[in-house]
């Protein structure tokens, strides 16, 4: 672990970077905030090889989670600087939005959420949009940050997701002024969204506008991303993702 000045220790248990868009979310947020943080790859047999078991609750429990499910941040406060006296509580914190909202408080000079009140709760408003939303195109698309599969067709409700997509961005992007999604600042709703622009990236859905295609380029070559993208390279494949990809006729 990284200790800070407060002797406050951070690790994210996350799954393969490859693919899962959650874990992606709070570890671009805490690269974007300069937090200092481990990450471990958690490994569940079922994505290795989906004709095999499924861990119990407990069991993956013991792997660092909350209710099952990942990411989710383990907190380590220590109360006294002398390793022998040293007393630790460990928290975990688990869903992706309530990391990035612990991030956010603990470095507000990272400018995570905008200043003003209103485009603040505009910007929870579409991170939340994108937790409760787009159902087919989580479903249909699903995340696998280098696959390409040519020839994608998506389906009327995978469509309307996507224009949802770029009607968000584009709105966005005009009443900021950009580069992000609400200005100077790449912020919490910017990792949310990211996810979405893999996709795109992956099914060849086309970006629609020059303002859309400049905003995916700041993304792309935001250092948090580039970072992410170059720990994801070194991430486990995984046969429940890459064998959805082959399906369809694409390069996992």
């Known amino acids: 672990f990284?200790?800070?000045?407060?002797?406050?220790?951070?690790?994210?248990?996350?799954?393969?970077?490859?693919?899962?868009?959650?874990?992606?979310?709070?570890?671009l947020v805490l690269l974007q905030a300069g937090a200092d943080f481990a990450s471990e790859t958690v490994s569940l047999a079922h994505m290795r090889d989906p004709t095999g078991p499924v861990e119990s609750l407990d069991e993956r429990r013991k792997l660092g989670c909350v209710h099952g499910l990942f990411p989710a941040l383990q907190i380590d406060n220590h109360d006294d600087e002398e390793t022998k006296n040293r007393q630790t509580t460990t928290t975990l914190i688990h869903e992706s939005l309530a990391i990035c909202e612990y991030v956010a408080e603990r470095h507000p000079e990272a400018h995570l959420w905008p200043t003003d009140p209103l485009e603040r709760a505009r910007s929870r408003a579409l991170a939340c949009e994108m937790i409760s939303g787009f159902s087919s195109l989580r479903n249909e698309c699903s995340c696998s940050l280098f696959a390409r599969v040519p020839s994608f067709a998506p389906s009327p409700a995978t469509q309307r997701d996507v224009d949802r997509v770029m009607e968000i961005w584009t709105e966005c992007l005009e009443r900021s002024g950009g580069p992000y999604l609400f200005g100077a600042h790449f912020g919490i709703v910017d990792a949310m969204y990211y996810p979405v622009l893999t996709r795109f990236r992956t099914y060849g859905i086309a970006l629609p506008t020059e303002n859309i295609q400049a905003y995916a380029q700041t993304v792309e070559s935001t250092p948090a991303v580039l970072q992410l993208v170059k720990k994801a390279r070194g991430e486990p494949s995984l046969a429940l993702y890459d064998d959805y990809i082959k399906m369809l006729g694409g390069d996992p």
Do not use: A, D, I
């Open 2 to 27: 990284f200790f800070c000045q407060n002797m406050v220790s951070l690790k994210l248990n996350v799954l393969s970077l490859r693919y899962s868009s959650w874990s992606m979310r709070p570890y």
